[in-house]
């Protein structure tokens, strides 16, 4: 079976929660998945529930769990390049169906790695493998690169009326 790049980008809500819910699906039907997430790190409500589905679900963090503006601190940038360097790993081992680069594009674009980087790990995987990139600004080269490509947009979002992430819908 071949696997293909897929894209989930934009301004709007949902990217990971897509992601997540196509890790739901996999396991579902006894596959593998590996969640590598750049940027962040603490127990969301997400990964507290995957926890439950640890035999087919792995989720690793790579992210100091601050919000980067600007240049990104060394900290920061280390933490991301291991996150590469583990999906290298977890590639090269063969044991995953599916890959999610959870943050990815929002990572390159702040500047923890390049695009070229994500490019090279794309190229790096196994035909079979399914990866997914989530995360804002995706880059002109991973859009022309991936097989589906959805744009969350935002037409309305109740935090723009000063509505706080809740635990179990937003975090």
Do not use: W
């Not at 897509?18 to 396991?27: E, I, N, P, V």
């Not at 969640?35 to 690793?60: C, H, N, P, W």
């Not at 919000?67 to 991301?80: K, L, S, V």
């Amino acid at each position: 079976m071949k696997g293909y790049i897929q894209v989930y980008t934009g301004d709007g809500k949902g990217k990971t929660t897509a992601a997540l819910g196509l890790a739901l699906r996999a396991a579902g039907a006894g596959l593998k998945v590996f969640v590598a997430q750049f940027m962040k790190l603490g127990d969301y409500s997400e990964i507290t529930a995957l926890k439950r589905m640890a035999d087919l679900i792995t989720v690793e963090q790579f992210g100091l769990g601050r919000f980067i503006r600007g240049a990104p601190e060394p900290e920061d940038i280390a933490a991301a390049r291991r996150g590469l360097a583990r999906v290298k790993e977890v590639f090269a081992a063969g044991r995953h169906a599916v890959v999610i680069l959870d943050e990815a594009n929002a990572a390159a674009a702040c500047g923890l790695f390049s695009p070229v980087d994500l490019m090279d790990l794309i190229a790096a995987r196994p035909e079979a493998v399914e990866v997914v990139l989530t995360g804002r600004n995706a880059a002109a080269e991973i859009l022309a690169r991936a097989d589906l490509v959805t744009e969350m947009k935002a037409l309305k979002h109740y935090y723009q009326e000063g509505v706080a992430a809740r635990v179990g819908i937003e975090k």
